[in-house]
């Protein structure tokens, strides 16, 4: 990670520019003692104090995957990556991490990706979605990457199919959200629980069903497969929340776009995940490409 140094920053002590980038005193430390500070490609500590135009680079520990994640070769559809950041397009029926179910997983296609590219580094999934959404996955490839990004506004996008035609066209769902006990899993709209507020926009009807534009203020598990099956149009192929047409397995949504604040450039920048087929297909190929 690299930073040329600002006027504003001139003649402040390395720990404080770091310190002001959320490095907390623990990561400072473990950095150096097991990484590098470099100023102008010269090792300093983080007593020494910065100039105008002078580059500072810090070399990260390196990280280790554990034996519980195994590096399986696996195609992973990379939409964008730089030295700390990855934006992946995950496919339908591709769990996010290993569990009891799925023998392969993306943290253990990356795990690969990892070892081949010689990445050294853990898995650090910023954006998780479930097993049969597909779309944008924002990975970290550091500690302290994954600790901006956490505390950062992350936009997303979703491409929902739905059953049926709803009655208003764009509109705002604000109702609470908990677990439906004694399951684990599923979840139920309920009074006491945690505050939920999705919208969305249709932007696309037939015989098929309904192609919405959705976007979150919060994000609560299962949030949009819960809200629209409440109003009585459930995600096509969702069985768990009252799906009827099971002629795909795992509900039809997909994360289309993805916008953040890059952790270490401060640039604004946007992801776009093209549509899984199963989506073409649902509308005979003729799906908008928005």
């Known amino acids: 990670m690299r930073w040329v140094i600002r006027k504003q920053d001139e003649g402040k002590l390395v720990r404080d520019f770091l310190s002001e980038r959320a490095f907390s005193s623990r990561l400072i430390k473990n950095i150096k ?3 590098q500070i470099l100023l102008n490609k010269h090792p300093v500590t983080v007593k020494q104090t910065l100039n105008t135009r002078d580059e500072l680079e810090i070399v990260m520990p390196e990280e280790y995957i554990g034996d519980n994640i ?15 950041l990855l934006a992946i397009n995950k496919p339908r029926g591709l769990s996010v991490l290993p569990n009891m179910n799925d023998h ?13 590219h010689q990445v050294r ?9 479930d097993k049969y959404t597909s779309g944008v996955v924002i990975v970290a490839k550091n500690s302290y990457v994954h600790h901006v990004l956490s505390k950062t506004s992350i936009e997303r996008e ?20 908990s677990r439906n006990l004694p399951s684990i ?36 598990t299962h949030q949009i497969r819960v809200h629209f099956s409440h109003l009585g149009h459930p995600l096509i192929g969702d069985g768990l929340y009252g799906s009827t ?15 953040l604040c890059h952790p270490i450039t401060k640039e604004a920048m946007s992801f776009i995940a093209s549509y899984p087929s199963i989506f073409k297909n649902i509308f005979n190929g003729s799906l908008f490409q928005t």
Request: glycine residues 6%; neutral net charge; aromatic residues 8%.
């Open 33 to 35: 003692q097991h990484g």
């Open 70 to 84: 195994a590096p399986i070769s696996y195609p992973l559809d990379i939409i964008y990556e730089d030295e700390v």
């Open 104 to 116: 392969i997983t993306l943290a253990n296609a990356l795990a690969d990706y990892y070892k081949k």
């Open 121 to 129: 580094s853990s898995i650090h999934i910023v954006t998780r979605l």
């Open 158 to 177: 979703y491409r929902a199919i739905l059953e049926g035609q709803l009655i208003n066209k764009t509109d705002t769902i604000n109702l609470p959200i």
């Open 185 to 220: 899993i599923e979840r139920k709209i309920d009074p006491n629980g945690k505050h939920a507020v999705t919208h969305y926009e249709v932007i696309r009807e037939s015989e098929h069903g309904s192609l919405l534009k959705v976007w979150l203020d919060t994000g609560r």
């Open 245 to 259: 047409k099971l002629e795909i397995e795992g509900q039809a949504l997909h994360c289309r776009y993805v916008k």
